[in-house]
C-alpha cells in the first residue's frame, strides 16, 4: 500500500494551487476590464452616429422586397418617410409611463400603434404617440388621425422583444406591452401581412394633439467605464491579497 503523501508536500501543491489561482485571477479581471473599456468605445461611437443620425433628413422607408436583410442596427433611429394608408379600425394601444416628455402629456398611458398600409405593399406598424392612460378605450374607439392616402414622417425603431415577465397581450381590450411587430400582427386582421420586422415612431403633430408624437426616448445605458474601473480594482486587489497572504505564511514558518 502506498504510503500517503507527506504533510510539507500536500501544502505545497495547495500553496502553488492558491498562487496559480490568484494569478490567473488577476488576469482574467485585466482582460474583462480592457474589454468593458473596448465596449465603452464602441458605445461612444453608436451614441455619436445616432446622434448625427437623428438631424438627418427622412429618407423614403426601405420597400417590402428589402425588409429581409435589413441591418436594423444601422438603420435604428433613422429618420424615414412612408406613404400609405392608416387602419385606424385595426389600432393598438401599448402600456407605457411616460416621463421627461416633450408635450404636455405624461405619466402612465398607452401608445396608439396603428397598421400603416404602405403604398408600395406591406404593412408597417407606425407609434402615433401617447395619450393618458384614462384615454386608453377613446383612442381606440374614436382615434382620429389622417384618412386616405397620406405621407408621414417619423423614426425607424427596431421591435422591442418581451422579457420572461412580460404577460400576453390583453386581446379584449386590444393592450400589448411591448412594441414587437411580432406580437402586434396577431391582434390585427391578417389580411394586412405581410408585416415591417420593425416599427415607426411619428413625428410629433401640431400643439397639443394627442396622440402625442414625437416621444421617442433617445437612451443607451452606458456604464462601461464603471465596469472597467470595478475589474480593474479587482486586478489590483488580487496581487495585494495574494503577496500578503504569501507574507503571512513565511512569518508563520519562521
Keep these: 500500500m502506498d504510503s500517503p503523501a507527506p504533510p510539507h508536500r500536500l501544502s505545497a501543491a495547495l500553496r502553488w494551487s492558491f498562487i496559480a489561482l490568484m494569478l490567473a485571477l488577476t488576469v482574467a479581471c485585466v482582460f474583462l476590464g480592457m474589454w468593458q473599456l473596448q465596449r465603452l468605445a464602441e458605445k461612444e461611437a453608436l451614441i455619436a452616429a445616432v446622434a448625427e443620425r437623428l438631424h438627418l433628413p427622412p429618407v423614403p422607408l426601405p420597400p417590402q422586397a428589402q425588409w429581409t436583410g435589413l441591418d ?60 393618458p392612460e384614462n384615454l386608453q378605450e377613446a383612442a381606440l374607439n374614436d382615434p382620429g388621425g389622417p384618412q386616405g392616402r397620406v405621407t408621414i414622417t417619423g423614426l425607424l425603431r427596431p421591435a422591442e422583444h418581451a422579457g420572461w415577465f412580460v404577460p400576453e397581450a390583453d386581446t379584449s381590450n386590444r393592450i400589448e406591452w411591448v412594441r414587437d411587430p411580432a406580437r402586434l400582427a396577431n391582434l390585427v386582421d391578417p389580411a394586412l401581412a405581410p408585416f415591417a420586422p420593425f416599427y415607426v415612431d411619428q413625428a410629433a403633430g401640431p400643439g397639443a394633439t394627442l396622440p402625442q408624437g414625437g416621444e421617442t426616448v433617445v437612451e443607451f445605458p452606458n456604464n462601461h467605464f464603471g465596469y472597467a474601473l470595478t475589474w480593474f480594482g479587482f486586478a489590483i486587489i488580487a496581487p495585494v491579497m495574494l503577496g500578503f497572504w504569501l507574507w503571512r505564511q513565511r512569518r508563520t514558518k519562521v
Design 72 to 131: 436594423l442596427d444601422l438603420l435604428n433611429f433613422a429618420p424615414v418617410s412612408l406613404t400609405g394608408t392608416f387602419r385606424h379600425d385595426q389600432a393598438v394601444t401599448v402600456f407605457t409611463s411616460l416621463v421627461d416628455a416633450r408635450g404636455p402629456a405624461s405619466g402612465p398611458g398607452y401608445w396608439v400603434v396603428t397598421p400603416f398600409v404602405l403604398a408600395g405593399g406591406g404593412t408597417v406598424f407606425v407609434n402615433r404617440g401617447f395619450v
